[in-house]
């Protein structure tokens, strides 16, 4: 007859194991939900990106043609005016500076908004950079959309990441 010590041991030792498992099995779904989430949201965000409003949107900012700040104030009106131009530019400015927050919060993967978005990140800020460093002097605020410019320099990072392992 198996004594009592044994079964009960034998019956710790296997609920102890469910516990774990269990714990394991909760991880990985949680990692998994997360992952399903930021691809949803990237997804979104790309959607949105091609819409007609914002898709005009970019080509009407990346077609500017200023040589810096004083410029762009001379040919299209001050920075936060109601012009066509702003609009533009918010849209932009709102769409990555958005992205910035969410990447700066690791919210969402910075790899998987590189995949999506890197190049016209990278992109669009460098169009725009002397427009926002003028601004941010013109109005005293150093850290105007600094979202979106931190988005660039995460984008950037990874860009030279990569190119390094091609080589």
């Known amino acids: ?9 034998i019956s710790i030792a296997v609920a102890s194991a469910s ?19 930021q691809t949803d949201l990237a997804w979104r965000m790309e959607q949105t990106m091609y819409a007609d409003d ?4 970019i080509l009407k900012v990346l077609n500017l043609d200023f040589k810096d700040y004083d ?26 500076g958005g992205l910035g927050s969410l990447v700066r919060q690791k919210l969402i993967d910075a790899k998987l908004v ?6 016209a990140a990278r992109r669009n800020w460098g169009k725009i950079k002397p427009i926002i460093e003028g601004y941010r ?9 600094g979202s979106f410019e931190y988005l660039y320099n995460e984008m950037t990072k990874l860009e030279q990441k990569y190119q390094a392992e091609k080589v």
């Open 71 to 96: 410029d762009f104030v001379k040919k299209y009106g001050p920075y936060l005016s109601d012009s066509p131009t702003m609009k533009a530019l918010t849209k932009i400015n709102a769409l990555y």
């Open 19 to 37: 516990v774990v498992l269990a714990a394991i099995y909760y991880v990985w779904q949680i990692r998994h939900q997360t992952r399903l989430r």
């Open 114 to 119: 590189y995949m999506v978005f890197g190049v």
């Open 1 to 9: 007859m198996p004594r009592m010590v044994d079964i009960q041991t």
């Open 54 to 57: 914002y898709r005009d949107a």
């Open 137 to 145: 002097k013109a109005s005293n605020q150093p850290g105007y959309l």
